[in-house]
């Protein structure tokens, strides 16, 4: 309530009563407002555009979130970091090591509606993959000196194709790998390529950065 003075105050005055008083009003008016101001910016920005999207199971979520690895590839492409992202989508295996039914049908679904270019997870959990054809041959994708170069630690399907040769739809991303270095897992995950992206040239430029660190320009910065 305002003093009966208040009327007969001078300008000044009644500036400093009032900040006196009610200050803490004033203030908490002001954040609110800073606040609705922020969540307005948000809402009319644009979004930016995924060039590339990974589901990385059991990695650790604060390093890869700390790290700018995947916006130096971006830069590395020719990409605007203010206009594009490489979206990472994180989950967990738990102590059995291996995906529940849950997440992995989740999992499934994304691989499905092409919504993830590149998978990184333990071994384990690629195994609950197998002989779905999730993931692309690595033959097609890789060339002759880079399959040779990780031949020991290409990740295969346990059945062979028709010629009776074994299929390589992964890598495992060790300590000589750039992935590897970024000491994003505690154990070296496997690196796969969704199949229905397997044209898509900024997935399969990732998975050569994630290999050997090396970032070829897009052709025209939009691929």
């Known amino acids: 309530m305002l003093s009966p003075m208040f009327s007969k105050m001078s300008f000044r005055e009644k500036a400093a009563y009032i900040w006196d008083y009610f200050h803490w009003y004033i203030l908490g008016g002001l954040a609110a407002l800073c606040c609705f101001a922020v969540i307005v910016a948000q809402m009319l920005s644009t979004p930016k555009t995924t060039v590339c999207a990974l589901v990385m199971v059991d990695a650790g979520i604060s ?116 992935f590897g270095q970024q000491q994003f897992y505690t154990e070296a995950p496997v690196a796969a390529l969704v199949a229905s992206t397997a044209d898509n040239a900024d997935a399969v430029s990732m998975l050569r950065y994630m290999l050997d660190g090396t970032v070829e320009k897009a052709t025209d910065g939009t691929e």
């Open 63 to 178: 390093t890869v979130n700390d790290s700018d690895w995947f916006g130096k590839w971006l830069t590395g492409r020719g990409y605007d970091t203010e206009e594009t992202d490489v979206t990472t989508d994180f989950t967990t295996s738990g102590q059995s090591g291996v995906l529940s039914a849950t997440s992995l049908q989740l999992l499934d679904s994304k691989l499905l509606t092409d919504s993830v270019n590149i998978v990184c997870a333990p071994s384990a959990v690629m195994d609950q993959f197998s002989g779905n054809n999730a993931f692309s041959d690595l033959r097609d994708v890789l060339d002759a000196a880079t399959l040779e170069k990780y031949a020991g630690d290409l990740y295969y399907l346990p059945d062979t194709d028709q010629n009776g040769d074994r299929v390589p739809v992964g890598v495992l991303l060790g300590q000589d790998t750039a």
